[in-house]
C-alpha cells in the first residue's frame, strides 16, 4: 500500500523558511514521480514543484521558481522541498503525491496517491 506522510508544516513569518519532508513507503521509488502541491481555503489545489526519482527531472510552478527546491533520498524514501523567502500568500495546506511513471509534472490529475497534507502559515 503507498503511503505518503508528510512533516516540517509550521507557523513563519514572510520573508522566513520552511524545509517540508514527505515519507513514502509501499512502492519502489525510481519507478514514480513525487510532488508537492497546496491548497489555500477557497482555491483550488495548485502544482509547486514535481521531480523524477529516476533522474532527477524537476519542475517548478513559476511562481515559486528560485525560492523552492524540492530534492529526494533513495537512501531514506523522502521527498523534501525547501521554501525560502515564503509570502502570506503561499499560506496554505501542502501535499504530497506520487504517480507511476517517470515522467513528472505539476498536474494534480495526473497524480494517483495523496498524502494527508501539512499546514504552512505565512505570517505577515
Known amino acids: 500500500e503507498v503511503q505518503l506522510v508528510e512533516s516540517g508544516g509550521g507557523l513563519v513569518q514572510a520573508g522566513g523558511s520552511l524545509r517540508l519532508s514527505c515519507a513514502a513507503s509501499?512502492?519502489?521509488?525510481?519507478?514514480?514521480?513525487m510532488a508537492w502541491f497546496r491548497q489555500a481555503p477557497g482555491k483550488e489545489r495548485e502544482g509547486v514543484a514535481s521531480?523524477?526519482?529516476?533522474?532527477?527531472?524537476?519542475n517548478y510552478a513559476d511562481s515559486v521558481k528560485g525560492r523552492f527546491t524540492i530534492s529526494f533520498d533513495n537512501a531514506d524514501h523522502t521527498v523534501n522541498l525547501h521554501m525560502n523567502n515564503l509570502k502570506p500568500e503561499e499560506t496554505a495546506v501542502y501535499f504530497c503525491?506520487?504517480?507511476?511513471?517517470?515522467?513528472?509534472?505539476?498536474?494534480?490529475?495526473?497524480?494517483?496517491?495523496w498524502g494527508q497534507g501539512t499546514q504552512v502559515t505565512v505570517s505577515s
Open positions: 503525491a506520487a504517480k507511476w511513471g517517470v515522467v513528472a509534472g505539476l498536474g494534480s490529475h495526473l497524480y494517483d496517491h
Open positions: 509501499g512502492f519502489t521509488f525510481d519507478d514514480y514521480a
Open positions: 521531480i523524477a526519482t529516476l533522474d532527477a527531472t524537476t
